[in-house]
Each structure stands twice: as structure tokens, then as C-alpha cells.
């Protein structure tokens, strides 16, 4: 300290003081008199040593000192960086001093080492600091000089304090503390860091606070913490001492570089700020390659990251860059919630327009993105694993024209859910497996990416979902899917639930919905406008199907080959025969053209639920369509088809209506009665050759007490096996020959239909 007690205290930001604050740094170190009892001691017996309005000049040097006092600079400015590399102290204070740089590797200190409201500034050329420590060829011949903090391999058996202290290096590193052993906690509210702040290995004991704190270097890493650990929490969010009006929020202009550390406890970047230059170099020369899965301008990187608690990217983050958490394992749960990503939108592939990039990932909580705003990019979940819930609410992510949400073969525990959200990409969800429910609840899908195979904007396919799958409005908020819905091969425990759903499709595939071998226990097709495309339910099966007439109006048709379902949501009551036309109409319509198994199906629902009537119906339907798709087809033939249609139809109901062929047969006794009973025979005038009974002629002689009856012989005619004894014995010739002729083969025809009929009755009744 300087002798003259009256001088007021030191301004050490305010340029070189005045000589009467010099204190040469050689007299400071120099034992007796003149060295160290010129050092302010503490009254009592502490081993305090403090220096307080002092210009020091020349070389402050303990290295390699072994000292059992506290050091502690107060209001102090250094001409030349303290060096006390390899040394052993008690602790080390500066509060409020300026510092042209700080050489602590190797120190050893038994306190606290602290730097509050202190400037370290190392100047662009005079005052750079020579010695380096780990320095790359390409770094050497730039010129590089060495970190204005350097802590490397020091071990510090407290806390390390950097409280509102600014620490600028324009041409490298702010602090360089490899391998830095803190048994307490690094805290550094308020920080100022112009440069890398370079930690890589940094182990410590309690947390690490940056709140409030400040790192600028936008050509690289604003932090390197490449595989440290930290005992508590890493807490980079807003610093709340003093007003309201003077918070502040953690801000990085660089790359957060995070990969294989562990963290005990949790992450928290509330309200932070990450920005890197999206057009600027790329800093890790690995990074510069066609590999699709790199990001060479992220925002944060933390591949292999390990979290024991919470990662919480939330309430109002503000991210220009990629958050890249590749392979990590979170222990609690991921929360987006309120956060914004930004991205620039790539212009070639690979496009490298990632925003959230979690590949690999294993989340032991949920994945909360409430609020998530993406106005650029692609949130990239690809086998990621999630022991809770998926949780999007209200999110907007927006990367049109491409997959804005991608989570290939994801495991989710529980429910998956993008509630009024707003995308406009494609959302990918190929081989998920939920144990709950997927639910997007009035979330609008546009703009979906458009690929050679496909265009759709919800991608499902091959997806196990525990419960339900949910499609549906949310209030007067309608779900909307431009590009349609793709659930080929989804498996579903419960429901599969389209209601108040817009579907569209996007050509050249015209898809709205592709359902093909989806299994559910329900389909609820509730659509109050008809899909706007092309619908396949081909190999589909459900127990129960729900439905609506805009559903089977779907406007280039459904596709329904082999698809089953158990029973009908809303039955057909068996009075109720014009619902079953109205059915039947809409199935021959959603068809475009004959295919008998869906009729086979409805027919089989029918009579699964008691009603045999309706069932025939349908398959009286089915053969009517079928005769007309085979005139159509038979081109030459085509008028002969529909007669033959129409006879059957008519007179037995293509065997569906046996007793239509009753009333033909009685119907044919009674024509068949009226002409042998009013007509009579020539033969009656040859008695001689014919024995006569009436109006009628007996073929042999010896049949004398026969009695003619036009009844008994036109029933005799119809009534195949039966033989009443009277078609053979009664002589007929000319246009009663062919009359009789006539009438037994209309009564084999008739009498069969009858037969088989009672038959169908019988076999079901038993």
C-alpha cells in the first residue's frame, strides 16, 4: 500500500494512476522491513495479508512460493500480470483491481481464489502475455498468446469466485483452467468474458454459477467444458440481485461446448441467450463435411452428456444455432418449454438446419416443449428414449417443405402430445413406441416436405402405441393435415380417432389417409368434411368401426380390400331398411367400381349382430353389382348379362330371396292351371287311337281311371322327384308340349332356390 495514509482511495480502472500509489512489486516481496511488513495485516492474528490503493509495478512473483497467508488485493492496480504459477498459498483475493493478465497454473491454494468486480484485460500488443501452455502450430505462428486467467492444473481447496469481473482477450482466451480441481463451487455472477473461456476436464465440488454472466467469442467456443464435472448444478439463467430493472440474463456468442461432461445434479439456461454466427468459419475443422448428421454451427454442443437431474432450455431461451445433445443421458426431465431456436434455412444438402438435435438420447423424466417456438429448422429426435411424457402444447415449429419434427424409432413410456400446435413440414414418427396415447389435439400440419415415395404431413407408419391414437379438434381449432396422414402398419391397444379432422393430399400420390394393416380395438372416422384425396384401408382390422358419410365421400375413394371389422358403431336397426340402402350406397360409391369382399364384410356384420335380413340384402346387393360390372366388361354380351341379371334378381334375388321363387312357383301353378284347365286336345276326336278322359287324352289305354286335373298336373310339372303320377301319363302335343317342357324346368329352377333357401335357414337356426 502506499505510505501516504491522506491520498484518497484508487480508481485502478481509471488508467495508470498517479506515482504516489506506486508500490514496486520487488519491494512488496522483499523480506524484513521493507518487504512484507509493508503488507496491511489484519488486527487480529489471522494469516490475512491485504494491499489496498496500490499501483504495483514490475512483477508481483510468488512461483513456486510456499506461503501460509491469505492474499488479498483490494482497489489495486498491476503493471504486470501476479504470477504465482506452482505456488502454495493459503487463498488469493483481488477485489476491484485491474489486472493485465493472471498466471496460476499449477497453483495450489487452501482458499478460496477470488476475483471480484476486477478487470483482467490483456492488451493487443504491448502487455501480451508470453508464456503459453498448450499452443498448436497453427496457433504459434498467428501469434497467439497465452489466456489472460490461466488456471490450468491448479487446485483450489474452496471456491473460485469471479463475481462481476470483466476478463478480455482479443486475441485468445479469456481463461484457460485445464484440468481445474475446485473442491467448492465456481461462481461467476455477472462475468464478463471476452474469449474463450476454455475448462476442458474442470472438476468441482459444488456447483458452477455463470447467471448473469456474459461470453463473447464469436469465432469459436464461448465455453469449452469438454468433459468436466461438476458436483451440483450448472446454472447459466438470469441473475435477479438488486431491481427488477437491473437483472440479467447469461448470454453466449460462441459455441457452448459441452461434450461428456456430467453434471450431479441439473442444467438450467432460463432465459439465456446463445447465438452463433450462422454464415461465419466453422470452428472445429472435424466439422467441415458432407456427413448429414453433423451441425458445424451450433449454438450448444453436449454430445454424451450426463445429467443426474433437470436440463431446463426453457422459459424464454433465445437460441441462434443448433442445441446439439446427441447420446446424452438426463436423469430428470428435458424442458423446452417457452424456448426459442432459430436457425438459418439451408440452401443444399446436407442442409445442416437442425435446431434441437437429440439423437440417441435417453431422458429419464419428460420432454416438455410447451410454448417451443422453431421459426426455422428441424427438431431431430431420432431413438431417443423418454421415461415420461412428450409434452408440446401450443409449440409453433416451422421448417416447410422439409421434416420439421423428426423421432424415428423413439421410445416414449407415456403419452405423446402436440396439443393447438402449429407445424409446417412433415412430422416423422416412423417406428415409435408409446405406452400411452398419441394425441394431437387442433395441431395444423401444412407445407409438408414432398418426396419421390410420399408427401404426407403426419408420418406414423409401423408405430406401437398403447392406447389411443387421437387426430381430433380441439374446440372450433380443427386438426389439419395438408398432405394427409400416413399409419401404414401401426399397431393400436385401443382407439384410432380421426374427428373433426381437414385432411388433404398433395399430388402426384393423392393420399389422405393410409391406413393399410392398422390394427385397433375402434376406429372412430368422425370427419365432417370428406378427406381430400385418396383413402386406404387396405389389410385394416378394428373391432368396432365408427363412421360418417363424409368419411365413405372421400374424394378419389377408399381402398378396401380385406379390411374387417367386428361390429358397427351405430347398428342397423332390422326396421330400419333405408339406412341400409343409404350404407350400401356409400360403400359402392367409396369403391369406384365392384369389389365383393367389402360387401362380404358388411354382410358378415350384419349377421354377426342377428341381422340375417340386411346380411341377404347385402349379398343380394353384391350379386347386382357384380352382374354390372361384368356387362360392363362384356362388352358384345353385355345386354344378354343384365338379362340374366335381372331374372335372377327378380325371380329369386340371386338366391338371397327364396321365397320370391314360392310365389313364382304358385304363380306359375296358377298361369300353368288356367292354360291346361280352358284349353283342350285334338286327340279327344280319335277315341280309337287315344283314350279319352275329359278334355284331355291318356297316353296308354290301360290308364282308363284317370281323371284329368289342371291342377295336380301343372303341380305335377313344377315339382321336381315328386311325382304326383300325372306329367307322364297325359298325352301333350304341339304348344302344350313346349308349355310343359316350360314349366318343369322353370319349377327345377324354382324348386332349388326354395330349397336351398330353407337350407341357409335351418343352418343358421342350428
Not at 480502472?13 to 518487504?35: I, Q, W
Not at 512461483?63 to 488479498?72: I, N, P, Q, T, V
Not at 493478465?101 to 502487455?127: C, F, Y
Not at 454424451?304 to 424464454?316: I, P
Request: net charge neutral; proline share 5%.
Amino acid at each position: 500500500m502506499p505510505t501516504d495514509t491522506t491520498l484518497p482511495p484508487l480508481d485502478p480502472f481509471a488508467g495508470v494512476p498517479d506515482k504516489r500509489y506506486e508500490v514496486k512489486a520487488a519491494d512488496l516481496l522483499r523480506p524484513g522491513s521493507t518487504g512484507i511488513l509493508r503488507w496491511r495485516r489484519q488486527a487480529t492474528n489471522a494469516p490475512i495479508v491485504q494491499v489496498e490503493d496500490a499501483y504495483i509495478t514490475g512483477t508481483f512473483d510468488l512461483r513456486a512460493a510456499e506461503s501460509g497467508y491469505l492474499f488479498r488485493f483490494e482497489r489495486c492496480r498491476f503493471e504486470y500480470p501476479p504470477d504465482v504459477r506452482e505456488a502454495n498459498v493459503l487463498g488469493l483475493v483481488f477485489r476491484k483491481c485491474w489486472l493485465p493478465g493472471l498466471k496460476a497454473r499449477n497453483l495450489r491454494s487452501r482458499n478460496d481464489v477470488r476475483l471480484i468486480r476486477s478487470v483482467v484485460e490483456v492488451g493487443p500488443e504491448d502487455n501480451e502475455i508470453p508464456e503459453t501452455t498448450i499452443m498448436r502450430g497453427d496457433d504459434r505462428e498467428r501469434g497467439m498468446p497465452n489466456a489472460a486467467v490461466n488456471l490450468t492444473d491448479a487446485v483450489i481447496e474452496g471456491s473460485v469466485v469471479l463475481t462481476r469481473t470483466t476478463i478480455k482477450h482479443p486475441h485468445g482466451k479469456a481463461i484457460q483452467a485445464d484440468r481445474l480441481v475446485i473442491t467448492g463451487a465456481l461462481l461467476a455472477y455477472r462475468m464478463v468474458a471476452r474469449g474463450e473461456v476454455r475448462v476442458p476436464g474442470m472438476r468441482t465440488g459444488g456447483n458452477v454459477n455463470f447467471s448473469g454472466a456474459t461470453f463473447d467469442n464469436p469465432d469459436g467456443f464461448a465455453f469449452n467444458g469438454n468433459g468436466i464435472h461438476i458436483g451440483g448444478s450448472l446454472l447459466c439463467e438470469v441473475d435477479n440481485y438488486g431491481p427488477a430493472t437491473e437483472r440479467k440474463r447469461f448470454s453466449a456468442t460462441g459455441i457452448m461446448y459441452l461434450p461428456s461432461a456430467t453434471v450431479d445434479s441439473d442444467i438450467v439456461l432460463r432465459e439465456a441467450r446463445l447465438s452463433v454466427d450462422q454464415r461465419g468459419p466453422v470452428a472445429v475443422d472435424a466439422w467441415k463435411s458432407n456427413d448429414p448428421y453433423l451441425d458445424p454451427r451450433p449454438a450448444l454442443v453436449a454430445d454424451r452428456l450426463k445429467v443426474d437431474g433437470n436440463l431446463e432450455l426453457s422459459d424464454g431461451l433465445q437460441a441462434f444455432g443448433t442445441l446439439r445433445m446427441v447420446n446424452a443421458r438426463i436423469g430428470g426431465s428435458l424442458r423446452l418449454a417457452g424456448a426459442e431456436i432459430k436457425m438459418v434455412r439451408g440452401r443444399v444438402t446436407p442442409y445442416y438446419d437442425r435446431a434441437l438435435h437429440l439423437d440417441g438420447s435417453v431422458i429419464g423424466g419428460d420432454v416438455e416443449a410447451t410454448s417451443l417456438r422453431v421459426p426455422v429448422g428441424q427438431v431431430r429426435m431420432a431413438d431417443v428414449q423418454i421415461g415420461g411424457n412428450f409434452l408440446a402444447w401450443n409449440s409453433m415449429l416451422l421448417h416447410p417443405g422439409r421434416d420439421v419434427l423428426s423421432a424415428r424409432r423413439a421410445k416414449i413410456a407415456g403419452n405423446f402430445q402436440l396439443t393447438d400446435a402449429t407445424l409446417k413440414g412433415t412430422v416423422r414418427l416412423q417406428g415409435v413406441e408409446v405406452g400411452g396415447s398419441v394425441t394431437l389435439f387442433g395441431s395444423k400440419l401444412t407445407e409438408p416436405g414432398q418426396r419421390t415415395s410420399s408427401s404426407f404431413s403426419l408420418d406414423v407408419r409401423t408405430a406401437r402405441i398403447g392406447r389411443d391414437l387421437v387426430l381430433t379438434e380441439n374446440k372450433d381449432r380443427a386438426f389439419v393435415a395438408e398432405g394427409g396422414v400416413n399409419l401404414d402398419g401401426a399397431q393400436i391397444a385401443r382407439h384410432l380417432e380421426i374427428v373433426g379432422a381437414q385432411l388433404g393430399s398433395l399430388p402426384p400420390h393423392g393420399i389422405a389417409l393410409d391406413a393399410s394393416d392398422v390394427s385397433a380395438d375402434d376406429f372412430f372416422f368422425g370427419f365432417h368434411t370428406p378427406p381430400a384425396g385418396r383413402v386406404r384401408l387396405r389389410r385394416a382390422h378394428c373391432g368396432t368401426l365408427g363412421d360418417t358419410e363424409e368419411f365413405w365421400a372421400a374424394e378419389d375413394g377408399i381402398e378396401l380390400d380385406d379390411f374387417r371389422y367386428d361390429a358397427l358403431k351405430r347398428g342397423i336397426p332390422l326396421d330400419d331398411d333405408r339406412g341400409l340402402d343409404r350404407r350400401i350406397a356409400l360403400l359402392s360409391k367409396a369403391m369406384r367400381g365392384y369389389r365383393p369382399g367389402p360387401y362380404d364384410q358388411l354382410a358378415a356384420t350384419l349377421r354377426a349382430a342377428g341381422n340375417e335380413e340386411h346380411a341377404s340384402t347385402v349379398g343380394l346387393r353384391k350379386q347386382q353389382f357384380r352382374y354390372e360390372a361384368l356387362a360392363k366388361g362384356f362388352k358384345i354380351f353385355g345386354p344378354g348379362v343384365r338379362l340374366w341379371s335381372f331374372l335372377q334378381r327378380s325371380m329369386v334375388g340371386y338366391g338371397y330371396r327364396p321365397v320370391r321363387a314360392l310365389g313364382w312357383l304358385l304363380t306359375l301353378l296358377v298361369l300353368g292351371s288356367l292354360w291346361f284347365g280352358l284349353g283342350s286336345d285334338d286327340c279327344v276326336q280319335n277315341p280309337g287311337r287315344f283314350a279319352v278322359s275329359g278334355p284331355r287324352c291318356l297316353v296308354n289305354q290301360q290308364d282308363t281311371g284317370l281323371q284329368w286335373n289342371p291342377v295336380i298336373y301343372t303341380a305335377d310339372l313344377l315339382v321336381p322327384i315328386v311325382d304326383f303320377g300325372n306329367k307322364s301319363r297325359w298325352y301333350m302335343h304341339g304348344a302344350d308340349n313346349w308349355v310343359a317342357a316350360g314349366f318343369t324346368v322353370s319349377g327345377w329352377l324354382l324348386a332349388t332356390t326354395v330349397a336351398a333357401g330353407f337350407g341357409r335357414m335351418v343352418r343358421r337356426d342350428s
